[in-house]
């Protein structure tokens, strides 16, 4: 199991509700109250800091394009890159199956497709921000499938260049 916070591999024991136990360490080390926190407190705490960061990373502008309209590229920071593996289950594999024999569109693959990219850019904005970068430009995505023993998997990679803008009008 991975932690929730900081991405380790964790055992079982622990972890409590899937932050291991140095980050929740980490948070009630840093807490400014004299009683102290509590672990599920602590847990509470890394939630609250996860969405904050994930509401501010909404912010970061996207494209495949190498400009934003009324932006300029004041630095490029660095490669920025996600990756995400989704498993098709057997139903999805056995619906996409038939559309395959009968022809059509298959819903199903279209959801995961769909998925998978919104969460690999959502990801790509979160590592952008993290590096103080304002956008993400001539973002790029791969996909791949990954088969064997009767099992699919979709693996999807977004790539792209962090940069710092700044609006054109304060230039």
Known sequence: MKCNSCGQSVGLLNQQ???CKPCIEKVKSSSNDDIGM????????????K???????????ITTGFEFTNYKIIDEITIVTSECVFGMNIFRD???????FFG??????QKVLRDARNTCLAELKKEAYEIGADGVMGIDL????????????LFLVASGTAVKLKPKSDA
């Open 17 to 19: 509700n899937g932050i």
């Open 94 to 100: 056995f619906f996409s199956g038939m559309t395959d």
């Open 142 to 153: 791969d996909y791949s499938e990954i088969s064997g023993k009767g099992k699919g998997m």
């Open 51 to 61: 969405a904050a960061t994930a509401k501010k990373a909404d912010n970061i502008k």
């Open 104 to 109: 059509g569109r298959s819903s199903a693959s």
């Open 38 to 49: 509590s672990d599920s407190q602590a847990v509470g705490e890394i939630r609250k800091q």
